[in-house]
């Protein structure tokens, strides 16, 4: 059989995409391959789990309206499936007078977002969080935290219930388009299927190679380390405590996240990883690596922000550092109070002009669509990202 739309990827904006195009095409032939057992094995099953607000993106950009819209359609979602949520806000401290100085620029960017911020000084930051000091800090009370795996699963359980299949244990060996559909080969079968969406991840660059679309950019994978704070200090923090970003930094920088299961996170960091899909400590593989070793643009985004990079190393190969720099916000916190938690590894789109592909990056062919850069907040954009997507596909259908 020829599907009418086959899609490639099992994370949540696959999934989002699926489901989109299953429910705005009733009856059409759907197709999803994940090749892992099971879905959303990789960076939707590794994040911190936060419905972002969108208060750090530029005003009037893609991104802050996916966002915005997103953490909507996410909470919304949740209610209709009887998915848990909670609203617990997020507090942006100011550690310093640098960091003051940003965190005024932040208020009014988040007023031209349209979300709703509050100033509060020092004093009333003490009386929110006995635990956290700063300077003042901003309040986001729309930011709240979810399980983005029971997200993913909903997500799945709607694209089969529209009739869609899901080919599990399905890695792509190879993608050749002719005239009216595409050849999508697996290492045991092959399908073919009028559109293809490819939501790739750590492998988008690779699979859009794969089928012959010409790139400039490549997936860097960065390793985010989290520790969980011991469960005697569960009620540590009411709201989400992050940093004042740096904006000459690619990376937000470690904060403290409450859990869906009333635990308390603390991080990422973010440290060049060698290996794209592997979670250990110190993992390594010879072709992630020698990818990104092997491209101009990788040594040209580092080179500006080396010093940061071996920040982020000390961290990563010390708890007392990483705990240091948790210490800024949460003095009270210990070394006993760190357990390790599982990594993260985010796909980060490097240009091969050095700069980091901040927005969502897309790769068009006659019959195929790819998601070549899907950045951080991707769980929490994914439904309007799938709507973009199926949008996209549907313009070719005319």
Same mark, same amino acid.
């Given at each position: ?13 696959? @999934? ?6 299953? *429910? ?17 094995? +990789? ?36 209610? #209709? ?5 909670? =609203?617990?806000?997020?507090? @942006?401290?100011? $550690?310093?007078? $640098? ?22 000084? $020092? *004093? ?15 309040? /986001? ?48 079968? =092959? ?6 969406? /490819? &939501? ?24 985010? #380390?989290?520790? =969980? ?93 990483? @705990?240091?720099? &948790? ?29 980091? $592909? ?5 790769? #068009?062919?006659?019959?195929?669509? +790819? ?26 259908? *005319?």
């Amino acid at each position: 059989m020829i599907y009418d739309y086959g899609v490639i990827g099992g994370g949540i904006v696959g @999934l989002a995409a699926a489901r989109e195009i299953a *429910k705005a095409r009733p009856g059409a032939a759907m197709v999803l391959f994940e090749k892992e057992a099971a879905i959303s094995r +990789h960076q939707t099953g590794h994040n911190s789990g936060v419905i972002h607000s969108g208060i750090y993106y530029a005003p009037g950009s893609f991104k802050a309206r996916l966002c915005r819209d997103g953490a909507l359609a996410t909470k919304l979602f949740c209610a #209709e499936h009887g998915i848990p949520f909670e =609203t617990c806000g997020k507090l @942006l401290v100011a $550690a310093s007078a $640098a960091e003051l100085t940003r965190m005024e620029a932040l208020y009014e960017r988040a007023r031209e977002n349209a979300i709703e911020v509050e100033r509060i000084d $020092a *004093k009333e930051l003490t009386r929110r969080e006995p635990n956290i000091v700063g300077l003042a800090a901003l309040f /986001v009370p729309a930011t709240a935290i979810v399980d983005y795996k029971r997200v993913s699963t909903a997500l799945a359980d709607d694209f089969k219930a529209a009739g869609g299949n899901v080919e599990l244990s399905s890695e792509i060996v190879a993608i050749e388009e002719e005239a009216d559909a595409v050849s999508v080969s697996t290492r045991s079968q =092959t399908f073919r299927t009028r559109r293809l969406i /490819v &939501c790739g991840g750590l492998q988008a660059d690779r699979i859009a190679q794969m089928a012959g679309v010409a790139i400039s950019h490549q997936i860097v994978p960065f390793r985010g #380390e989290y520790y =969980t704070v011991n469960p005697r200090r569960a009620g540590l923090i009411n709201a989400l405590i992050y940093p004042i970003p740096d904006p000459e930094l690619p990376f937000l920088g470690i904060h403290l996240t409450r859990t869906m299961d009333r635990g308390v996170i603390v991080g990422p960091n973010a440290v060049l990883g060698l290996a794209r899909e592997k979670y250990q400590k110190f993992s390594f593989e010879a072709r992630d690596v020698a990818s990104f070793v092997a491209f101009p643009g990788f040594w040209r985004a580092i080179r500006p922000h080396w010093r940061s990079g071996l920040r982020e190393f000390r961290n990563a190969l010390s708890k007392r550092a990483y @705990l240091e720099e &948790c210490r800024k916000y949460c003095p009270s916190l210990t070394i006993e109070d760190l357990e390790p938690a599982v990594a993260g590894i985010r796909a980060q789109a490097v240009l091969r002009d050095g700069s980091f $592909a901040h927005d969502f990056l897309f790769a #068009e062919t006659a019959r195929t669509l +790819h998601v070549c850069n899907a950045p951080s907040p991707a769980a929490t954009s994914a439904i309007p990202i799938g709507r973009v997507i199926a949008s996209k596909i549907f313009e070719r259908d *005319k």
